[in-house]
């Protein structure tokens, strides 16, 4: 089986976990690949040199399996990273909370066991694709999460016209809105008192930040919706962040948001459901009178 490692910076407390990880694939014979970049990190500032059978450099790579040792940033850069490549991707928890990275340290023998036997299932992901008339932004222009426009280094808001489709929608006068998927529904727009939103379902989330109005509210609409937005900025130019990689765009871009063509492979081991992982990370039902 060919397994791919992509990571980011850790602290030294992390050193046995990443030692155990490489152990763990060797014993189990695996064809070792690891990004370029935490190849280097991993060498560097931990003094680290698994054996491997190759580094991984370019865009584009043939593996079975991507392993995203990190927190739920490091997934997102990784999902990119994998991006149209039909690799299913798994989430190794170094982080804190872990939506997407959601298999502990505690855990890391036991799921790749079952990894290596075949058990586990594969969820479909999908995206948001950012569309302009000139090219824009610069990078991947693919969202997991969300799609942020956003005022830039100024006290003034925005003005957002928003529609849906030939429906105009509302102009949003806030510090910015937030396009979030499912999946992104407990990340950036939950903040903003965005709903949750169950992984499968064919929906995205619209919510404003800090709108001037009260009355504005969220609002779920079908993932067959192609939203057009244009700003509105005294400073002239506003903010687009797609899962926190953020350009500066002029104001009056129009900017098109529609579902891509394609999913990102989440691997989750059976029993691991999306409810046991809301009562696990965000304590729901728990009462702290309870010791």
């Known amino acids: ?19 155990r990880l490489f152990e763990k694939l060797s014993i189990m014979e695996a064809e070792i ?25 370019g865009d584009t ?16 850069r990784t999902a990119a990273r994998v991006n149209k490549q039909n690799i299913p991707i798994l989430g190794i928890n170094t982080g804190r909370l872990g939506f997407l990275a959601d298999v502990g340290a505690n855990e890391l023998d036991e ?10 299932k594969v ?3 999908s ?13 991947y222009n693919y969202a997991l999460n969300e799609v942020a426009v956003l005022k830039r280094d100024t006290s003034s808001m925005i003005t957002i016209h928003a529609s849906l489709g030939d429906d105009y929608l509302a102009s949003y006068l806030a510090d910015g809105l937030i ?17 949750i939103i169950v992984p499968q379902s064919n929906t995205y989330v619209i919510s404003p930040v800090a709108p001037h109005s009260l009355n504005v509210r969220p ?7 192609v939203i057009t937005l244009t700003v509105e900025s005294r400073n002239e130019y506003f903010l687009v962040a797609l899962d926190g990689r953020s350009e500066v765009f002029p104001a009056g871009t129009v900017l098109t948001i529609s579902k891509a063509d394609y999913t990102t492979k989440v691997i989750k081991r059976f029993g691991h459901t999306f409810y046991e992982t809301l009562r696990e990370k965000l304590m729901w039902g728990a009462d702290a009178r309870s010791k």
């Open 1 to 19: 089986m060919k397994i791919g490692i992509f990571g980011h910076g850790y602290q030294q407390g992390k050193h046995n976990l990443l030692k």
């Open 111 to 120: 799921t790749l066991d079952e990894i290596f036997k075949n058990y586990y």
């Open 123 to 125: 969820e479909e992901r």
């Open 219 to 225: 609002l779920v609409i079908p993932d067959t919706c």
């Open 179 to 195: 396009i979030s998927t499912p999946t992104g529904s407990t990340a950036y727009s939950m903040s903003v008192n965005g709903p």
């Open 61 to 76: 790579f043939d593996l079975d399996i991507a392993l995203s040792v990190g927190g739920d940033g490091t997934f997102l």
């Open 33 to 57: 690949y690891v990004d370029n970049e935490f190849h280097l990190f991993l060498a560097d500032a931990l003094g680290f040199h698994p054996p491997v059978n190759g580094l991984i450099k």
């Open 127 to 139: 995206l948001l694709r950012l569309h302009t008339e000139q090219r824009l932004f610069s990078g």
